[in-house]
């Protein structure tokens, strides 16, 4: 079975570690790149980084970084005049460093993930959403629109999200090899990522969500467990650009994309649909056997 997911970070990593340990499918991941920037003046992509590390089973602790990363070079520069409270591990500085030399280098973010993704021993396909500049923005309501990393590392995510924007989207184009993906998988997984600020920035990629809409299997994870995020503002996000922290606000937010829904167990009394149909599992994914799990579920809901 050809499994195309859609991710952001940390619940969409999981998953994919998931599908990954499972053999006899091929697994292609298409991430999304609405968080990254310029840190440090390095070229950071938080969620393809979040992705590659999960599904070598190198995470961090938190779900992102690298698991046992000491943190010298940060530790160096918090006696520096600069505000260093994006915290980068020195084994993951090195994947910035690689990334933002190849880049001036010529090649494209695609390349340098494949490059990445190989280096850490993974089999499956993992694809930026593009090649080109789309950076999620967030406006604040009485201050203005602030980066990405601004509202969710610096100030914690604590800010209600008045609106947002994917700038660059009306420029960018799909990275080679994303449309193909879609088109020619058998199930498109959107997984438990958060909605609004890891779904969206993917969708807003010209032609993605057109050919999702075209397909006739797309399965989404909800994010949400008894109407919570298990981490990350997503349920607040949801109920600030107008859905419901539920399974119906989850069902909303992709105005139709879905033709399926996983949800967790606790939730199962929560609502019935034709389309999309409602599904349960156990969607809390604290270990690779969950996970495993959890992708195996999704698999048998796409051979119904």
């Known amino acids: 079975m050809r499994v195309t997911m859609l991710s952001g970070g940390v619940g969409g990593a999981k ?3 998931g599908f990954a340990a499972m053999p006899g499918h091929e697994l292609t991941v298409i991430a999304n790149v609405g968080d990254d920037d310029r840190i440090y003046g390095l070229a950071v992509s ?31 520069l918090d006696t520096l005049p600069i505000d260093a409270s994006f915290r980068i591990g020195d084994g993951d500085l090195a994947t910035n460093l690689f990334r933002t030399d190849r880049l001036l280098a010529g090649w494209s973010l695609t390349w340098v ?5 190989s280096s850490f021993g993974i089999a499956a396909t ?15 309501p009485g201050e203005g629109w602030i980066s990405f990393q601004e509202y969710f590392v610096r100030r914690r995510h604590t800010d209600e999200v008045g609106d ?26 959107v997984g438990p990522s958060n909605p609004v600020l890891s779904i969206w920035p993917i969708l807003a990629v010209p032609g993605v969500a057109d ?49 399926d829904l996983v949800v967790d167990d606790s939730d199962a009394p929560a609502m019935s649909s034709k389309r ?29």
């Open 15 to 17: 998953l994919a570690r």
């Open 46 to 76: 938080p969620d393809i980084d979040t992705i590659i590390y999960t599904m070598a089973g190198r995470e961090g602790p938190q779900g992102w970084g690298l698991a046992e990363d000491p943190f010298f070079a940060m530790d160096a």
């Open 113 to 117: 993930t494949t490059a990445l993704a």
């Open 126 to 140: 993992i694809l930026p959403v593009t090649d080109d500049p789309l950076r999620t923005e967030v406006r604040v």
């Open 164 to 189: 947002v924007r994917f700038r660059g989207s009306g420029f960018c184009r799909p990275a080679a090899g994303v449309i193909e993906a879609l088109a020619g998988a058998d199930v498109i997984v």
């Open 211 to 259: 050919t999702i809409d075209a397909h006739d299997r797309v399965i989404g994870v909800s994010p949400l467990i008894s109407g919570t995020a298990l981490k990350g503002p997503a349920d607040r996000v949801l109920v600030s650009m107008g859905h419901s922290a539920d399974t119906a606000g989850v069902i909303s937010s992709y105005s139709g994309l879905l033709t």
């Open 276 to 304: 999309p149909r409602i599904h349960t599992a156990a969607t809390r994914m604290d270990d690779l056997a969950a996970s495993t799990k959890l992708a195996a579920r999704v698999l048998e809901i796409a051979g119904e």
